[in-house]
């Protein structure tokens, strides 16, 4: 079981790039989240797929920020454009059976900077 | 809307001491309360899960205990050693699937 993985490990952009994260969550583990984490308000819930269909996006700050889970095995968190205020460290996170219900399993995340 | 808050921000101990790390939780109409463990630049690691039907779940030299009536639980590290330095996160999860976490405890276990 190689964990969930995520790519990049770092980006660092310029304001106004678009922006690719990019998740392929542990086999078998039917849900899949986006977290951010920032020093001043921790560990943010952004979106949360079940069976690939988005079922909480609430999180998402705003219409710049989109996720997309075309299948079991792969998911991406776009920025468009991005903004100095988006630097953080995204984590995407999988778990065999809804938010909680069992031990969620992070990834290394990706750290993002945008000058 | 559920609140969660950790106590202390950072703890410093030597090593060979027993401890115990807080959470507090402002709903007490939780299903459960995880903790996790975060190491510098890596992702959060799972701990321990206790369901609101129990009062504490032990693994290894962890013990988490949980008081739903008081919106409290606290983490028990026995016999700390340096490899537990880290930051300890709690989270509970609350009606419609939420699951909100604290900002953590970041410990530091000196030899």
């Known amino acids: 079981d190689a964990g969930v993985i995520q790519s990049p490990r770092h980006e660092v952009t310029e304001m106004g790039q678009e922006v690719t994260l990019r998740c392929k969550p542990i086999s078998g583990h039917n849900s899949l989240f986006w977290y951010r984490q920032t020093m001043m308000r921790g560990l943010e819930l952004l979106i949360y797929?079940?069976?690939?269909?988005?079922?909480?996006d609430s999180g998402m700050p705003e219409d710049r920020f989109s996720a997309k889970m075309p299948n079991a095995s792969f998911s991406t968190l776009k920025i468009q454009p991005s903004e100095p205020r988006d630097s953080a460290v995204y984590f995407c996170?999988?778990?065999?059976?809804?938010?909680?219900?069992?031990?969620?399993?992070f990834g290394n995340g990706t750290r993002l900077t945008v000058t | 809307k559920q609140e969660v808050t950790q106590i202390p921000a950072a703890l410093s101990v030597p090593e060979g001491e027993n401890l115990v790390l807080n959470c507090s939780f402002t709903d007490s109409a939780i299903y459960n309360l995880q903790w996790f463990r975060q190491d510098p630049g890596k992702g959060l690691t799972s701990l321990l899960l206790i369901q609101s039907s129990q009062r504490e779940q032990t693994s290894g030299r962890l013990n988490a205990s949980l008081d739903k009536s008081s919106g409290r639980s606290t983490l028990y590290i026995a016999a700390s050693q340096p490899g537990d330095s880290a930051t300890y996160l709690c989270a509970a999860l609350s009606g419609y699937s939420t699951l909100t976490f604290g900002k953590g405890t970041m410990l530091l276990v000196s030899p």
């Open positions: 996170a999988s778990s065999p059976q809804g938010q909680g219900y069992s031990p969620l399993h």
């Open positions: 797929f079940n069976n690939n269909v988005p079922i909480d």
